[in-house]
Each structure stands twice: as structure tokens, then as C-alpha cells.
């Protein structure tokens, strides 16, 4: 009887996100906006990536975006090789007109 456990979450740079990886129990397709939900993003933050080309693999069944495990596999290497980091930066300060 085999008692070591092998991990069955990965970790994404950004935020410490935990998301499940493929682990033979996720589904070929995934609802977008369920996966969305468990990265704590919004829809409105998926269609940006959509529109940026970070996503692969997605369909549209019956109206309804699905993205494929291939697609899930392809964005956490992305993302864990530091792919879409940017340096953050401050606001400029505006000096008011006010005395």
C-alpha cells in the first residue's frame, strides 16, 4: 500500500493563487467563467486576457465559453515562468492649482 500523497495543487506566481493542476480528475473542458472563480478573477478580467491572446483553447458551446485543459496547462506555465509580469508603478503626483 503506497502511502506517500502527491500534491494535487499548483501555485501561480501572482497573488499565491492556488489552482488545481491536471491531475486526471479535471474535466477536458472547464465553464471560463467557473475557472475564473476559482483564481478569484472576474469576467471582466478573463475577457481582457482573451483579448491580450493569453488564453488558448477556448470554445464556444452553445453560447457559453469553455476552455480546454490543454489551455489551463498552458496559462500556469506561462504565468509561473513570469510571462505577464510588469513592474508596478506609483501615480504621478499632479500639484494642485490651489493655494
Known amino acids: 500500500m503506497n502511502t506517500q500523497s502527491t500534491p ?3 501555485v501561480v506566481v501572482e497573488k499565491g493563487i492556488e489552482v488545481p493542476i491536471d491531475d486526471g480528475e479535471t474535466p477536458a473542458l472547464v465553464l471560463l467563467n467557473k475557472w475564473g472563480r476559482q483564481l478569484g478573477r472576474a469576467p471582466p478580467t478573463l475577457w481582457r486576457w482573451r ?12 453560447g457559453k465559453p469553455y476552455i480546454t485543459r490543454r489551455g489551463i496547462d498552458k496559462f500556469l ?12 508603478h506609483a501615480p504621478h503626483r ?3 492649482s490651489l493655494p
Open 77 to 88: 506555465r506561462r504565468a509561473q515562468a513570469g510571462e505577464f509580469s510588469k513592474p508596478s
Open 8 to 10: 494535487s495543487k499548483a
Open 94 to 96: 499632479v500639484k494642485s
Open 51 to 62: 483579448q491580450l491572446g493569453w488564453l488558448d483553447g477556448i470554445m464556444n458551446i452553445a
